[in-house]
């Protein structure tokens, strides 16, 4: 069997050895490279999108090393894995720093929670952080060995609200319904972090490393 690459894409903004590390134990027969390479990344088999920190130095981060164009020549052409801000900015904008235009891959807005934000008479807490049951919204190749409503970690105070409703694949209820994770030919996003998610992450991420695309 041929070794295939994984790239995940360093743009200066993730916790990108976790990532790599939690890739490497459960992909069997892959190489796995961290790079901003854009020829690197765009010659990988698959690649992983991770983030972290606000939506406006993301955005530049990936301006300025001109990985936002490489995201866009490759979302779609083969798997692909935005996590947590790896996902959001896949959106058309964020209201965060006052808005921000993201890459417009998946049509939709990144919103920030209400606060108070409140669930039956309660308050809850934002940014949203810790472990939140995740509900598989359609059937899907990365939910494999996954059980519906299985915990994952989350930290972040915006979501994601995809404008088609077909393209969410996981659910989570913090305060209302919000769409955790969406899904496209050849692309996978998820608001939580896999690789900080124990059994259930990996599994993820094993699935993702076997994944057609389809």
């Keep these: 069997m041929e070794m295939q690459r994984i ?3 360093d743009y200066g903004m993730g916790n990108l050895r976790s990532v790599s590390k939690a890739i490497e134990h459960v992909a069997e027969n892959a190489e796995v490279v961290v790079s901003s390479d854009a020829a690197v990344i ?4 698959r690649v992983v999108c991770p983030g972290q920190g606000a939506a406006k130095d993301c955005m530049a981060a990936l301006q300025h090393s001109g990985l ?16 947590c801000m790896g996902y959001q900015v896949l959106l058309t904008h964020s209201e965060e720093n006052g808005g921000v ?3 417009n891959v998946v049509p939709g807005e990144v919103t920030r929670f209400a606060e108070p934000l409140q669930d039956a008479g309660s308050r809850l807490k934002v940014p949203h952080m810790g472990w939140s049951e995740v509900r598989h919204a359609r059937e899907h190749a990365l939910w494999a060995g996954i059980e519906n409503a299985s915990r994952f970690y989350f930290a972040h105070s915006y979501y994601c609200v995809p404008e088609d409703i077909g393209a969410v694949a996981g659910t ?13 030919p050849n692309l996978f996003a ?4 896999p690789e ?5 992450g990996l599994q993820l991420l094993k699935n993702f490393a076997s994944w057609d695309g389809r």
């Design 172 to 184: 989570c209820h913090y305060g209302h319904d919000i769409a955790v994770a969406v899904a496209a």
């Design 7 to 9: 790239a995940v894409i």
């Design 101 to 103: 235009a993201c890459l």
């Design 196 to 200: 900080k998610s124990a059994r259930d």
């Design 190 to 193: 998820c608001q939580f972090h």
């Design 68 to 83: 936002s164009q490489t995201i866009l020549n490759i979302a779609g052409t083969r798997p692909f894995l935005g996590i």
């Design 42 to 45: 765009e010659s990988a088999d």
